[in-house]
């Protein structure tokens, strides 16, 4: 097992990689009541090994379910158990249970203690690390949040042997991200591991989620609030967040299309070689994560409009400057227009 540690503005939370679902109770506190929020899916593979707490909640499975409404039942059955603010919520799931049951917790009581099992290659790599938690808003990605982090993240490795292939490649498409953004080395592994990811080999698991745990938290730590640094993560997301919600493509599939159209974009404007955009589209190939996407261009723009993180006619847009290396810049809408035929 590998540890980790994010100590940011907002606090600190403890990573353990490695670690099994079986010895969450130690991480657990003692004398306070305990909820686990979980989906059914989890529960039914999982809920023989769950810890003994006072309650357990489920949250409907799929991003349909990720909104405000979904709350409701949770906080009722929270206050009709007489959960208090010394309560702790432990979520054990992929991302929308890491980012609900998160969200939960930060807004309960004015804000209650949580931690996760993190149980999906994706959540483990990015959604259950780095303090954002939230729901989508009338069809806005994630536009109701905050920001607050988990006292510990357990990212149970074991528990990946049974997630779907197109699950697990979702997850790789956040993995690949991280290589490209900010780690050669990554990059190349994964470039020499993608047999041994076929075969959900433990050893390659543990480098990939590892490695890229110690990317997003070192930056993290700095700049936990996205007002710098941290925006390097949303390379190929500016695209891919749009793509996400035209296509219903899981989250990892459409970043990794988003992350060829910035990488061809990167190109166009002089700050990559074509040879290592054409490296990254052959990884995304050879792992089997889609590279294009039948979308109608103006579509695609209309939705890009309504990302968050516009400021006002532009958005900060993660250029790669190679394999390994990004920058941060700011692009107009007018100028996306203009381009995104040619990137489509
Ligand atoms: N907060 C963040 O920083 C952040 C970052 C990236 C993504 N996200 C969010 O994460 C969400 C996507 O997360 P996800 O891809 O984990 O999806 P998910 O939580 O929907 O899980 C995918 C599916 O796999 C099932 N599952 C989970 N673990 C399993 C296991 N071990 N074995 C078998 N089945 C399992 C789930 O029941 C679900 O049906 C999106 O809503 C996205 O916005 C958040
Ligand atoms: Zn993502």
Redesign the pocket.
């Known amino acids: 097992m590998k540890k980790l540690e994010i100590k940011s503005s907002i606090g600190s939370s403890e990573i353990f990689v490695g670690e099994s679902l079986a010895n969450v109770s130690r991480y657990l506190p003692k004398g306070r009541k305990i909820a686990i929020i979980t ?4 529960r039914s ?2 809920g023989n090994q769950f810890p003994k707490v006072d309650l357990i909640l489920e949250i409907p ?3 349909a379910n ?1 909104n405000l409404q979904s709350l409701d039942a949770i906080f009722e059955q929270l206050i009709n158990a007489e959960f208090d603010r010394s309560s702790f919520i432990l979520g054990i ?7 609900m049951s998160g969200f939960i917790a930060t807004i309960f009581m004015r804000g209650i203690e949580f931690g996760f099992v993190s ?2 290659l ?2 483990q790599v ?5 303090g ?3 729901v ?1 808003f009338q069809g806005y ?2 536009m109701i949040g905050t920001f607050s982090l988990p006292k510990f993240v357990i990212c149970e490795l074991n ?2 042997k ?3 292939e197109r ?1 697990l490649l ?2 790789m498409g ?1 993995v690949v991200k991280h290589g490209a953004i900010a780690s050669e080395w990554l990059f190349s592994y994964i470039e020499n591991h993608v047999a041994d990811l076929k075969k959900y080999s433990m050893e390659a698991l543990e480098t990939f989620v590892y490695e890229s745990i110690v990317i997003k938290s070192s930056v993290v730590s700095g700049d936990v609030k996205e007002s710098g640094q941290r925006r390097i993560f949303n390379f190929g997301h500016t695209f891919g967040h749009a793509i996400e919600k035209i296509t219903k493509m ?3 599939c459409a970043v990794s299309v988003g992350m060829v159209m910035a990488a061809k974009l990167s190109v166009i404007k002089g700050k990559m070689k074509q040879t290592e955009c054409d490296r990254l589209v052959n990884l995304l190939k050879k792992i089997g994560l889609p590279t294009s996407a039948e979308i109608n261009p103006d579509e695609l723009l209309d939705v890009m409009k309504c990302d968050k993180k516009r400021e006002g006619d532009s958005v900060h847009f993660v250029y790669l400057t190679g394999i390994g290396a990004c920058s941060v810049e700011k692009i107009t809408y007018t100028e996306l227009a203009s381009l995104i035929r040619d990137l489509c």
């Open positions: 989906d059914p899916a989890i593979l999982y499975q799929g991003e990720k799931g992929g991302g929308i249970v890491c980012d149980t999906t994706l959540s990015d959604a259950s690390v780095g954002k938690n939230g989508n990605k994630n528990i990946l049974s997630l779907p699950e979702s997850g956040e899981p989250h990892g």
